[in-house]
């Protein structure tokens, strides 16, 4: 016990020795280095930063790897940025490398290799919160919920989505395991998926009855708000005279796309208002008024995998009285990240604000409820997809109302 003590006091001194040499060439050449100066540009007091130099100094110099496998000085820089962001415990702020920032806007352009699904963060874990449509996730089984545990060996529990999400890509035709608890089953699931490019198409529609139009979004990327508009041109050709939105595992995407999407439907009024600390997170989006295309009756589909600017568009048709929702409660993540990018090319997306669909009705971590509540999971043979059913019967009754109403 002596000795170990001895040997702790003998280390605290090497340490010291150092970080005075450090400290005292540091004044040396900073003369005319004020204490406003300093202040100004440090994030952190003198003691903070001594904190910091002593921490590295001790894993260079006795780490048992550290001589053989050096960290750079970016790896730390960044490696501390995004610990000081993970403090303030906000799962949807984050700091991403040059690599990620690069990563995720090839992403939001439809193209790249993974197992083609939104996560997210929820009471301390990471879950499915949905697997996107003919994805190998999908293909697998993953569903809308599922608790990602283990990915191959490495449990994955208290990791942020974000560090999951860069676990769970790699280049395609390798393959994962993922391991998820799942609500009423008592051993965990194991899926093993093979990873591919992933090729995202977002919108997806036909005519399911002589005058019955199907638009499905399965997210709301650049170019889904005019491929979305041209599916509905071509609906309306077609001979459509009432329209099911599904909504159903749309993880989300662009505010202004889903605006747009909104728009489509509805021409005036407010379609979501941001709420946060700054003037620049308080805004409200009104429809725009160019891309109106129609007032057919219609209704949305939503589910526990709808989510962010789904729910905004879900919210938006439901309390403008242009649509029922029909389904399962959403996910209800309804706030808003801003990019702020660093002069290195990496990024910190920040929460800024809480989306409130136009009546006023909060949607982050509440999410919205059904009108008409039926269980049941989509399902590409229509005949066995229970909420698209109801669906239709509920428009059916709609086409009925306005026909009786022209006679």
């Not at 490019?197 to 990327?221: A, N």
């Not at 050709?237 to 749309?250: T, V």
């Not at 889903?258 to 009024?269: A, C, D, H, T, W």
């Not at 990018?341 to 971590?365: F, Q």
Request: hydrophobic share 40%.
């Amino acid at each position: 016990m002596k000795n170990l003590k001895k040997q702790k006091k003998y280390v605290l001194f090497l340490v010291l020795l150092a970080l005075f040499g450090s400290l005292y060439a540091f004044k040396a050449i900073s003369a005319d280095f004020s204490d406003e100066d300093f202040n100004r540009i440090s994030p952190f007091n003198v003691r903070s930063l001594w904190l910091l130099r002593q921490v590295r100094y001790i894993i260079e110099n006795y780490q048992v790897d550290a001589d053989k496998k050096p960290a750079s000085d970016e790896d730390l820089l960044h490696g501390a940025a995004k610990g000081m962001v993970e403090a303030w415990k906000d799962p949807y702020t984050r700091f991403v490398s040059p690599k990620q920032l690069k990563d995720e806007e090839i992403e939001l352009e439809g193209h790249y290799g993974g197992l083609g699904m939104y996560i997210g963060d929820r009471d301390g874990a990471v879950v499915v919160i949905s697997p996107m449509e003919d994805s190998p996730a999908e293909r697998a089984g993953l569903k809308n919920k599922d608790m990602i545990v283990k990915i191959d060996d490495e449990v994955v529990v208290g990791w942020t989505s974000d560090r999951v999400v860069q676990k769970l890509r790699g280049e395609a035709g390798t393959k994962v395991t993922v391991w998820v608890r799942r609500e009423n089953e008592d051993e965990l699931l194991s899926f093993e998926i093979t990873r591919e490019i992933i090729k995202l198409h977002s919108v997806r529609y036909e005519m399911l009855s002589d005058d019955i139009g199907y638009l499905k979004l399965t997210q709301f990327k650049h170019d889904t708000a005019e491929e979305a508009r041209n599916a509905v041109r071509d609906l309306v050709k077609q001979g459509m005279k009432a329209l099911i939105l599904d909504l159903r595992n749309n993880g989300g995407g662009l505010l202004d796309v889903s605006v747009k999407v909104v728009s489509m439907f509805v021409n005036n009024g407010l379609v979501v208002e941001t709420k946060g600390r700054s003037k620049r997170a308080n805004d409200q989006y009104y429809v725009d008024k160019s891309f109106y295309l129609t007032s057919v009756p219609m209704n949305v589909l939503i589910n526990g995998g709808s989510a962010s600017a789904s729910e905004i568009v879900a919210g938006a048709l439901s309390d403008k009285g242009r649509a029922k929702l029909i389904g399962e409660k959403s996910f209800g993540k309804g706030s808003v990240q801003t990019l702020f990018p660093l002069t290195d090319g990496s990024g910190v997306y920040v929460t800024i604000a809480r989306y409130y669909t136009p009546s006023g009705k909060l949607i982050d971590h509440v999410g919205l409820s059904p009108d008409i509540e039926v269980k049941g999971e989509p399902n590409r043979d229509t005949s066995k997809d229970l909420q698209l059913q109801r669906a239709i019967t509920e428009v059916k009754k709609l086409l009925r109302s306005v026909a009786g109403k022209r006679k």
